[in-house]
């Protein structure tokens, strides 16, 4: 997907969630997941430049970073996040690892994953805003 797209719906959430995903069918399966979850308001984008222009203008909930964006890393998308204090986890065809070892900490999803994988995912986060029923 280029540039970013927005979904709204009734949520429990006070923030949005940001999805970094070059896919677009991997992209659109996450955004009707989260909203099934509970999580109303989803950016999604698909290049470096657009997530950290994104990150200007909103407070993210939490995030959800590919590792390999057409060939382009998201770590530096990770590091503004880190910056931010926003949690994210990594979403990868290539398994936990895949982001170094500076990242060892932060969770990965590999792909193709299930609804109650990216559960398991979001839970890991612990976050204060989380819709009924995905607290660890």
């Known amino acids: 997907m280029s ?3 927005h979904k709204a719906s009734g949520s429990t959430t006070t923030r949005p ?12 399966l996450l955004e009707d997941m989260l909203e099934d979850l509970g999580f109303g308001a989803v950016s999604v ?3 470096v ?9 909103q407070n993210y909930s939490f995030a959800i970073l590919d590792v390999d964006l057409g060939g382009q890393s998201s770590l530096p998308v990770a590091d503004a996040l880190r910056e931010r204090g926003v949690p994210f986890f990594f979403s ?5 690892g895949a982001a170094g070892d500076d990242y060892a900490d932060i969770p ?6 299930r609804m109650v994988e990216l559960q ?7 976050l204060p805003d989380m819709p009924p029923g995905l607290s660890s």
């Open 108 to 113: 990965t999803l590999r792909k193709p994953f």
């Open 49 to 57: 430049d657009d997530a950290l222009r994104c990150m200007q203008n």
């Open 120 to 126: 398991s995912a979001i839970a890991q986060l612990s």
């Open 92 to 96: 990868t065809g290539y398994g936990a």
């Open 17 to 28: 969630v940001l999805i970094v995903e070059d896919e677009t069918l991997v992209a659109m």
């Open 45 to 47: 984008v698909a290049h």
């Open 3 to 5: 540039g970013s797209a």
